[in-house]
């Protein structure tokens, strides 16, 4: 069984900053793919940043040079570091892991940041 906690959001204004984090507990294997989604009300959930194991990444154009995805394989924890927020950013966020050995996909609760213009 994989857990997800994710922590981090809130209320901050814009250009404001926040730092998302997501501690994954279980087995995700060493090989799993790490991401952050969001999602508005009434809109599809949509990719924000993914991260291998190994480092590699893939970050939405609407966030590249704002945001940063980083891992700690040691503690299966990820981070999402927003900078420069803007209240288009606004969304519940939700932690992801798809594991490699058999394709499973796991969701945290969500954490909610909100931007204030």
């Known amino acids: 069984q994989v857990q997800l906690v994710e922590s981090g959001g809130g209320l901050v204004q814009t250009g404001g900053s926040l730092r998302l984090s997501c501690a994954a507990s279980?087995?995700?294997?060493?090989?799993?793919?790490m991401g952050w989604y969001r999602q508005v009300q009434g809109h599809q959930r949509e990719l924000v940043a993914i991260?291998?194991?190994?480092?590699?990444?893939n970050v939405a154009d609407s966030v590249k040079g704002r945001f940063t995805i980083s891992r700690d394989n040691v503690k299966n924890t990820i981070y999402l570091q927003m900078n420069n927020l803007k209240p288009e950013d606004t969304a519940a966020y939700y932690c992801?892991?798809?594991?490699?050995?058999?394709?499973?996909?796991?969701w945290g609760q969500g954490t909610q940041v909100t931007v204030s213009s």
């Open positions: 991260i291998t194991s190994s480092g590699g990444t």
């Open positions: 992801n892991v798809v594991r490699r050995s058999d394709r499973s996909v796991y």
């Open positions: 279980g087995s995700i294997g060493s090989s799993s793919t």
